[in-house]
């Protein structure tokens, strides 16, 4: 099996550890953290140090960057092809996940149990699709994006990059969301929704603009 490290030690690199063990195609070497000692167990793996230890270990051929944040997540993988060019980004997609026909997932994604995507629908790279969230048919999700858990979006959505939708919320068909927004739980979104911006309600508004990078978990 082909070793791995997974970058994280929070809440959501237990999952993907958990999905990658129950998938049992990778061997996972530890894990990589900036902010956690060397030598720490997480989880029952080893904390192998930060990133810059794949500048030395050769036996580290790929791996996937359990960091919840889609901002913090995509500076993270920016450090990674620095320092390794020809690093391998996986997927890890959790058995009990239904995936139809024609759906493409990018490098890094991760797929949390109960998950629907179907027919023809695009998840980019480096995204989040969390527990029994629902994606129907043509949607298409750009990197870095990110739907927590519940989450549930009708046919023919765009969600822009390192956009995240919040828990339980629904979005209705053929709707435009921009990117660097956020939507607020339990929202309900009738229209489409500009790029760096926070909305939420049932209907979602507007109801401030967002920074880029912005803290939002």
Do not use: W
């Amino acid at each position: 099996m082909k070793n791995i490290v997974v970058f994280g030690c929070g809440g959501h690199a237990k999952v993907v550890i958990d999905i990658l063990e129950k998938n049992n195609e990778f061997n996972i070497l530890g894990l990589i953290d900036d902010f956690v000692a060397a030598g720490t167990l997480v989880y029952g793996y080893e904390v192998l140090g930060d990133e810059t230890i794949l500048e030395a270990n050769s036996k580290i051929v790929g791996g996937i960057v359990a960091i919840g944040d889609n901002s913090v997540r995509s500076q993270m993988v920016g450090k990674i092809k620095e320092i390794a060019t020809d690093f391998s980004f996986i997927t890890a997609v959790h058995p009990s996940v239904v995936i139809a026909r024609g759906v493409e997932l990018g490098e890094g994604t991760v797929v949390m149990p109960g998950a629907i995507i179907n027919s023809d629908s695009k998840i980019g790279e480096h995204c989040i699709i969390n527990t029994k969230a629902s994606i129907d048919h043509d949607c298409r999700l750009g990197d870095y994006v990110s739907l927590a858990p519940g989450v549930t979006l009708g046919g023919n959505v765009a969600i822009g990059q390192y956009s995240a939708v919040s828990l339980g919320s629904s979005i209705i068909h053929s709707i435009k969301i921009g990117q660097h927004t956020i939507i607020g739980a339990g929202s309900t979104v009738l229209k489409d929704t500009e790029s760096n911006v926070i909305a939420y309600g049932t209907p979602a508004n507007v109801v401030r603009t967002r920074i880029k990078g912005e803290k939002y978990l």
